[in-house]
C-alpha cells in the first residue's frame, strides 16, 4: 500500500466527523442557520448511517419517558419522581418538531420512511412491582404530557394490548403493564440518510471511507485534521483545517478529543458494551405484536441493557426484536479495533473507570452473565415477556457497540453516567456528545446544546430560524399544558403518529 499526501485547497468552516445521526441532525441545523457555511463530512465506512444508527443495530425507540424505569424513581416519602422523565419528553418534542418542519420543507420525506406510530409499554410482576407501576402511572398520567398512559393488571386487557404478552402465562404471578399509544418507532439509518442526501444537494461536501486519525490547533485557533482515505488500492493522507469540528462518532469521540488534547475531556472514560438481539423469523407472531414493551433492569445495570421486546418497522416491513444481551468486546464502533478501549485509557481516567468497576459489581455480574448465557438461557429470559415464544421462531443477530460513559466525580471517583452529554472547548472550536441513552431520539436537543456552547455570539441571530424548525424553543412544554397538546397535536398529525388522549 502506498500513501501520497494532499494539502487541503481551503479550509472549512465546519468538519463534521462520523456519517451518523448526531452529524446529520447538526449538519441539517447549522445548514439551515448559515447556508453559506462550508460544512465537510468524514465517515470512515463507505456508507452513512452505518453504524449504530443503522436500523438493525439498535431497537429504534423513539425515547420519551414513556415506558423506561430508568427515567422514574421513588422519593422517600414512597411518592415517584417523574422529573426526569418529564425533562426527557420535553427533548423527544423537540425532535418531533424538528421532524415535522422536515417533512413541510420536503427535506424529509413522507413519515412512515423513517418514523410509525408503535405504543410504548412497560411490563412488571411481582407484587411490589405492580404496586410501583400503579402509583407510577397514576402520577404520570397526572401530567399533561403523559396524559395518554393507561394501566392495566387485567390478563384480558393486557392481551388486548399485546396478546404475546398473556398467551399462556400463569396466573400464578401478579404481572401489569402500563400502555401509551403515542409512543414511536424510529429508522434511524434512513433519517439519517435523508438528512445527508439533503446535505449533499446542498452543497456539503460528503466524504466516504476516510478516516481522521489526528488532529493538532492551528496557530489562528482552527484545526488541522490528518484524514486516511481509503480506495480499493490506495490510502491517502489528507490534511484539512477547520474552524470548527464535531465528533460525530460514538465512543471514538473520546479518542478525537483525547487527540485534541482539549483539558475539558479529563477524567472521561467509556466502558463499550456490545449488544445482540433475538430476532423472531415468523411472520404470523410479528403481526400478534405491535409494541415496544420494557422491562425491569437488573440491579446495577446501565439502561441500554433494560430488555425489551420491540415491534420495529425497517424497510416498510413489520420485524419484532428482543434483548439486549450485553458482551464484551472492546471496540467503540460495530466496525472497530478491540484495541479501541485500551487505545483510550489515559493516567487522568483510569483510576476513574477503576473504581466505577469496583463499585458497580451488578453490571460487571450482568455482563458476564450474559455473555456466558446459553442460548436456552436467554430464550427463557425472552419467555418473561412472551411465554409462548417457540425455540424455532427466533435466531439471533448482532447489533450495535455501545460505550458507555464514565466521568471522574470531585472525590476521584468515577461515576456511571446514563445520559447522554456534551463535551466542548471552551473556545467553541470542537465538541463531541459522549454516551449511549437516550442518545438518537434526542440529537436535536443535545445539538442545540452544541450550537449553544460552540456558537455563542451567533444566539440571537439564530434564533429566530431555530424557532420556526423548532416553534417551542425557548418555551416550557412541562409547565404548560395547552402549548404542550398543541404541539403534539400539530406533530402527531404531521409525522403520522397517535393524538395524545386523555380520555
Same mark, same amino acid.
Given at each position: 500500500?502506498?500513501?501520497?499526501?494532499?494539502?487541503?485547497?481551503?479550509?472549512?468552516?465546519v468538519v463534521l466527523v462520523g456519517g451518523g445521526i448526531m452529524s446529520a441532525t447538526l449538519g441539517i441545523l447549522l445548514k439551515q442557520v448559515e447556508p453559506t457555511w462550508s460544512i465537510a463530512v468524514y465517515e470512515r465506512l463507505p456508507e452513512l448511517g452505518a453504524e449504530a444508527s443503522a436500523a438493525w443495530n439498535n !431497537? #429504534?425507540?423513539?425515547?420519551?419517558?414513556? $415506558? /423506561?424505569?430508568?427515567?422514574?424513581?421513588? =422519593?422517600? %416519602? +414512597? @411518592?415517584?419522581?417523574?422529573?426526569?422523565?418529564?425533562?426527557?419528553?420535553?427533548?423527544?418534542?423537540?425532535?418531533?418538531?424538528?421532524?415535522?418542519?422536515?417533512?413541510?420543507?420536503?427535506?424529509?420525506?413522507?413519515?412512515?420512511?423513517?418514523?410509525?406510530?408503535?405504543?410504548?409499554?412497560?411490563?412488571?410482576?411481582?407484587?411490589?412491582?405492580?404496586?410501583?407501576?400503579?402509583?407510577?402511572?397514576?402520577?404520570?398520567?397526572?401530567?399533561?404530557?403523559?396524559?395518554?398512559?393507561?394501566?392495566?393488571?387485567?390478563?384480558?386487557?393486557?392481551?388486548?394490548?399485546?396478546?404475546?404478552?398473556?398467551?399462556?402465562?400463569?396466573?400464578?404471578?401478579?404481572?401489569?403493564?402500563?400502555?401509551?399509544?403515542?409512543?414511536?418507532?424510529?429508522?434511524?439509518?434512513?433519517?439519517?440518510?435523508?438528512?445527508?442526501?439533503?446535505?449533499?444537494? !446542498? #452543497?456539503?461536501?460528503?466524504?466516504?471511507? $476516510? /478516516?481522521?486519525?489526528?488532529?493538532?490547533? =492551528?496557530? %489562528? +485557533? @482552527?484545526?488541522?485534521?490528518?484524514?486516511?482515505?481509503?480506495?480499493?488500492?490506495?490510502?491517502?493522507?489528507?490534511r484539512v483545517d477547520a474552524r470548527f469540528v464535531f465528533a460525530g462518532t460514538g465512543g471514538w469521540a473520546l479518542k478525537l478529543l483525547q487527540q485534541a488534547g482539549i483539558p475539558e475531556v479529563h477524567g472521561y472514560g467509556l466502558v463499550p458494551v456490545s449488544s445482540r438481539f433475538l430476532r423472531c423469523d415468523n411472520p404470523?407472531?410479528?403481526e400478534q405484536h405491535d409494541a415496544k414493551v420494557y422491562g425491569r433492569a437488573a440491579p446495577g445495570a446501565p439502561p441500554i441493557s433494560v430488555p425489551h421486546l420491540d415491534s420495529r418497522v425497517i424497510d416498510g416491513k413489520r420485524a419484532l426484536l428482543f434483548g439486549p444481551y450485553a458482551g464484551a468486546i472492546p471496540k467503540?464502533?460495530?466496525?472497530?479495533?478491540?484495541?479501541?478501549?485500551?487505545?483510550?485509557?489515559?493516567?487522568?481516567?483510569?483510576?476513574?473507570?477503576?473504581?466505577?468497576?469496583?463499585?458497580?459489581?451488578?453490571?460487571?455480574?450482568?455482563?458476564?452473565?450474559?455473555?456466558?448465557?446459553?442460548?436456552?438461557?436467554?430464550?427463557?429470559?425472552?419467555?418473561?415477556?412472551?411465554?409462548?415464544?417457540?425455540?424455532?421462531?427466533?435466531?439471533?443477530?448482532?447489533?450495535?457497540?455501545?460505550?458507555?460513559?464514565?466521568?471522574?466525580?470531585?472525590?476521584?471517583?468515577?461515576?456511571?453516567?446514563?445520559?447522554?452529554?456534551?463535551?466542548?472547548?471552551?473556545?467553541?472550536?470542537?465538541?463531541?456528545?459522549?454516551?449511549?441513552?437516550?442518545?438518537?431520539?434526542?440529537?436535536?436537543?443535545?445539538?442545540?446544546?452544541?450550537?449553544?456552547?460552540?456558537?455563542?455570539?451567533?444566539?440571537?441571530?439564530?434564533?429566530?430560524?431555530?424557532?420556526?424548525?423548532?416553534?417551542?424553543?425557548?418555551?416550557?412544554?412541562?409547565?404548560?399544558?395547552?402549548?404542550?397538546?398543541?404541539?403534539?397535536?400539530?406533530?402527531?398529525?404531521?409525522?403520522?403518529?397517535?393524538?395524545?388522549?386523555?380520555?
Amino acid at each position: 500500500m502506498t500513501m501520497n499526501t494532499q494539502a487541503a485547497l481551503r479550509p472549512y468552516d465546519v468538519v463534521l466527523v462520523g456519517g451518523g445521526i448526531m452529524s446529520a441532525t447538526l449538519g441539517i441545523l447549522l445548514k439551515q442557520v448559515e447556508p453559506t457555511w462550508s460544512i465537510a463530512v468524514y465517515e470512515r465506512l463507505p456508507e452513512l448511517g452505518a453504524e449504530a444508527s443503522a436500523a438493525w443495530n439498535n !431497537a #429504534g425507540t423513539g425515547h420519551a419517558g414513556l $415506558c /423506561e424505569f430508568d427515567y422514574t424513581g421513588e =422519593n422517600p %416519602d +414512597g @411518592s415517584v419522581n417523574i422529573t426526569r422523565a418529564v425533562a426527557l419528553n420535553e427533548q423527544f418534542q423537540q425532535s418531533r418538531q424538528l421532524w415535522a418542519s422536515l417533512v413541510e420543507a420536503e427535506i424529509l420525506g413522507k413519515p412512515d420512511t423513517f418514523i410509525n406510530p408503535v405504543p410504548h409499554m412497560t411490563l412488571v410482576h411481582g407484587t411490589e412491582d405492580v404496586d410501583y407501576l400503579r402509583r407510577r402511572q397514576e402520577t404520570m398520567s397526572a401530567h399533561h404530557l403523559f396524559e395518554s398512559m393507561r394501566f392495566s393488571s387485567e390478563s384480558k386487557v393486557i392481551e388486548g394490548w399485546a396478546p404475546l404478552l398473556t398467551e399462556r402465562r400463569g396466573l400464578y404471578e401478579p404481572f401489569a403493564a402500563t400502555r401509551d399509544s403515542t409512543g414511536s418507532d424510529i429508522d434511524f439509518g434512513a433519517l439519517t440518510r435523508q438528512m445527508f442526501e439533503h446535505l449533499e444537494s !446542498a #452543497g456539503v461536501e460528503i466524504h466516504r471511507r $476516510c /478516516e481522521v486519525r489526528g488532529l493538532r490547533k =492551528n496557530n %489562528d +485557533g @482552527s484545526w488541522q485534521l490528518r484524514i486516511h482515505q481509503f480506495t480499493d488500492n490506495d490510502r491517502l493522507t489528507r490534511r484539512v483545517d477547520a474552524r470548527f469540528v464535531f465528533a460525530g462518532t460514538g465512543g471514538w469521540a473520546l479518542k478525537l478529543l483525547q487527540q485534541a488534547g482539549i483539558p475539558e475531556v479529563h477524567g472521561y472514560g467509556l466502558v463499550p458494551v456490545s449488544s445482540r438481539f433475538l430476532r423472531c423469523d415468523n411472520p404470523e407472531v410479528i403481526e400478534q405484536h405491535d409494541a415496544k414493551v420494557y422491562g425491569r433492569a437488573a440491579p446495577g445495570a446501565p439502561p441500554i441493557s433494560v430488555p425489551h421486546l420491540d415491534s420495529r418497522v425497517i424497510d416498510g416491513k413489520r420485524a419484532l426484536l428482543f434483548g439486549p444481551y450485553a458482551g464484551a468486546i472492546p471496540k467503540f464502533l460495530r466496525t472497530g479495533s478491540i484495541l479501541d478501549a485500551p487505545a483510550a485509557l489515559r493516567p487522568h481516567n483510569v483510576a476513574p473507570i477503576a473504581s466505577m468497576v469496583k463499585s458497580n459489581p451488578g453490571l460487571m455480574w450482568q455482563v458476564l452473565s450474559q455473555v456466558t448465557a446459553t442460548r436456552g438461557r436467554k430464550l427463557a429470559a425472552l419467555r418473561e415477556f412472551a411465554p409462548a415464544a417457540a425455540v424455532g421462531d427466533w435466531s439471533m443477530v448482532t447489533a450495535g457497540q455501545y460505550a458507555q460513559l464514565v466521568q471522574r466525580a470531585a472525590d476521584g471517583r468515577g461515576v456511571l453516567q446514563f445520559d447522554t452529554e456534551v463535551i466542548a472547548a471552551p473556545d467553541g472550536s470542537i465538541a463531541a456528545v459522549l454516551g449511549a441513552a437516550p442518545g438518537a431520539a434526542t440529537a436535536p436537543a443535545m445539538l442545540l446544546e452544541v450550537l449553544e456552547r460552540s456558537f455563542p455570539r451567533y444566539r440571537r441571530i439564530w434564533a429566530p430560524r431555530l424557532r420556526e424548525l423548532i416553534p417551542t424553543l425557548g418555551s416550557s412544554l412541562a409547565g404548560d399544558a395547552r402549548l404542550a397538546r398543541r404541539t403534539m397535536v400539530r406533530t402527531a398529525e404531521t409525522l403520522g403518529l397517535e393524538l395524545p388522549n386523555a380520555g
